[in-house]
């Protein structure tokens, strides 16, 4: 079984600073997709970014982009030019292509904007 | 808005009652997926539908149950219910389930279980 670990429980970010967050998981795949989804205080789970794992080049999505490490097996989420609106927990996520496509989340790590 | 609808947003019911979450998917999505979201065990799956046919089953209890509708829309029975149960309850749906679809997901079920 695939297992995701977030190992930030918390971190903090100035306004319009830069802040990366870490994200590893453990399979025995060689094809699979990984995604980073933000949960906001009013509890909606909305997707981020997604990458997949045969693809080396790593995505990006406006202040958002991805370090992928495949080999190490870590899956980091930058967030540039930090807004009071990405205070919220991040959840990164393992979809297997083998068992149905169920999503396996990490813990989460709760980041907190400051003016 | 995520095109994904659940009902109902809150749910507060005792030990032992049976309830109804109930989801419709975003308009073309032929595949729907329920997860728990609870302090303790985070975010789980439970399982996943494609057009009508059950197509994974994760960490469900089997005092909870889930069909998918001819019109798509589907919905997850929970039993005997105890307090352990109260949790976030999260529909999501995507295009087909093939592999790599990003999941779309509602705005949740908050039970409660008193």
């Known amino acids: 079984a695939q297992t995701v670990t977030q190992s930030q429980p918390e971190m903090s970010v100035q306004e319009a600073e830069t802040v990366t967050l870490s994200c590893t998981y453990d399979?025995?795949?060689?094809?699979?997709?990984l995604f980073w989804y933000k949960q906001p205080p009013s509890r909606q789970m909305i997707l981020v970014i997604r990458q997949e794992a045969y693809k080396q080049q790593n995505a990006t999505e406006n202040r958002f982009s991805v370090n992928f490490q495949k080999a190490a097996k870590s899956f980091s989420l930058k967030i540039s030019d930090s807004q009071l609106g990405d205070t919220a927990m991040y959840f990164c996520a393992f979809m297997s292509t083998n068992a149905g496509n169920m999503l396996t989340f990490g813990g989460g790590t709760r980041l907190m904007v400051k003016p | 808005d995520s095109g994904v609808t659940q009902t109902p947003k809150h749910l507060i019911t005792a030990t032992g009652q049976r309830v109804t979450l109930r989801c419709s998917p975003r308009s073309g999505d032929l595949s729907v997926y329920w997860y728990q979201q609870s302090l303790d065990q985070g975010l789980q799956f439970l399982i996943q539908y494609y057009n009508g046919e059950e197509r994974a089953k994760g960490n469900i209890l089997e005092r909870f149950s889930a069909q998918q509708f001819p019109d798509l829309h589907s919905e997850l029975n929970l039993s005997s219910l105890e307090l352990g149960d109260s949790a976030l309850y999260f529909c999501?749906?995507?295009?087909?389930?093939?592999?790599?679809?990003?999941?779309?997901f509602g705005d949740g079920t908050r039970l409660s279980i008193l």
């Open positions: 399979t025995s795949e060689s094809n699979y997709y």
């Open positions: 999501a749906s995507s295009v087909d389930g093939i592999g790599g679809q990003p999941q779309h």
